[in-house]
Nanobody, 115 residues
Framework: QVRVVESGGGLVQAGGSLRLSCVAS????????RGWYRQAPGKQRELVAQ???????NYADSVKGRFTISRDNGNEMMYLQMNSLKHEDTAVYYC?????????WGQGTQVTVAS
C-alpha cells in the first residue's frame, strides 16, 4: 500500500518556472523521499537532484543554479522548484523514496518546456 505520487508538471514556456511535489505514504516503516530523476525520450533516466537525511543536496550540473530541492513534513514530502526552464528540461520527472529495505518510485509527471 505504499504510494509515491508526483504532481506539478505541465507545459511552460522557456524561461518559466514549475514546482513539482512528491508525497510518500502508506509505509509501516519510516519512509524518506530522497530525490528527483528524469527521463527524456530515447535517453536514460538521470539524477536531477537529491537530498540527504542531514539536509545536504546534490544537483546535476545541467540544473545547478536553476533547480532547488527541498523536503518537509517528516521527510515524506519533497519539492523541486524549477526556474529558468529550458527546452532540454523536457522529460518525465520521477520521485524516489526509500525505507531501510526498499526503494520506491512514483509514476512520474510530465514536464514540457516549449522551445
Amino acid at each position: 500500500q505504499v504510494r509515491v505520487v508526483e504532481s506539478g508538471g505541465g507545459l511552460v514556456q522557456a524561461g518559466g518556472s514549475l514546482r513539482l511535489s512528491c508525497v510518500a505514504s502508506g509505509s509501516i516503516f519510516s519512509i524518506d523521499v530522497r530525490g528527483w530523476y528524469r527521463q527524456a525520450p530515447g535517453k536514460q533516466r538521470e539524477l536531477v537532484a537529491q537530498i540527504m537525511s542531514g539536509g545536504s543536496t546534490n544537483y546535476a550540473d545541467s540544473v545547478k543554479g536553476r533547480f532547488t530541492i527541498s523536503r518537509d513534513n517528516g521527510n515524506e514530502m519533497m519539492y523541486l522548484q524549477m526556474n529558468s526552464l529550458k527546452h532540454e528540461d523536457t522529460a518525465v520527472y520521477y520521485c524516489n523514496a526509500r525505507t531501510l529495505a526498499r526503494i520506491y518510485w512514483g509514476q512520474g509527471t510530465q514536464v514540457t518546456v516549449a522551445s
